[in-house]
T-cell receptor, first 112, second 111 residues
């Protein structure tokens, strides 16, 4: 099993629908992150969490929300999806004091 | 505001060539700089650099950091088609904030 698992792997949804992307990890890391990747724009940070009670906005949090249900689980929600949220979404984890990330395999989201 | 600029944005070389990828940064309270390789999906970790002038090597890949001039380079010698990927750099600060990634260099190695 992968250390960081993202579900679903691919998703097509309609404009206005609510959608949740899930991330779970078996690394035992305390920190978790959500990034989106768009062609030519690199990886941009949406939200990050340093522990279960600590949630922080990243540079592009508008239109997104997150939930850290447990140390191992971090979900990203799009309350009302719009086409410009079409992107590749990555969850990543790290542990305090070490800044190497472990990435999930990504979720390709298409909003039509 | 933190900045990360990678160059070139894309590069096409022939197998066997040597390439140098650049990453310049402006980060408050710099702590380290990380390099990642991204093939089809998730980025994978290559190097973490914390000290100037100390080269890190892994096979044909090597990287070095210059904290005075605020840049890092990633060298790949004797390139192979399997080196084709997007290479991302990400400086990190002591503030504990999340990694701020550059836009990446897309490398294509042709046979």
């Amino acid at each position: 099993d992968a250390d960081v698992t993202q579900t679903p792997r691919n998703r097509i949804t309609k404009t206005g629908k609510r959608i949740m992307l899930e991330c779970s990890q078996t690394k035992g890391h305390d920190r978790m992150y959500w990034y989106r990747q768009d062609p030519g724009l690199g990886l941009r940070l949406i939200y990050y969490s340093f522990d279960v009670k600590d949630i922080n906005k990243g540079e592009i949090s508008d239109g997104y929300s997150v939930s850290r249900q447990a140390q191992a689980k971090f979900s990203l929600s799009l309350e009302s999806a719009i086409p410009n949220q079409t992107a590749l979404y990555f969850c990543a984890t790290s542990r305090t004091g070490y800044y190497g990330y472990t990435f999930g395999s990504g979720t390709r989201l298409t909003v039509v | 505001e933190d900045k990360v600029v990678q160059s070139p944005l894309s590069l096409v070389v022939h197998e066997g060539d040597t390439v140098t990828l650049n990453c310049s940064y402006e980060v408050t309270n710099f702590r380290s700089l990380l390099w990642y390789k991204q093939e089809k999906k998730a980025p994978t970790f290559l190097f973490m650099l914390t000290s100037s002038g100390i080269e890190k090597k892994s096979g044909r890949l090597s990287s070095i950091l210059d904290k005075k001039e605020l840049f890092s380079i990633l060298n790949i010698t004797a390139t192979q088609t399997g080196d084709s990927a997007v290479y991302l750099c990400a400086p990190n600060s002591n503030s504990g904030y999340a990694l701020n990634f550059g836009k990446g260099t897309s490398l294509l190695v042709t046979p």
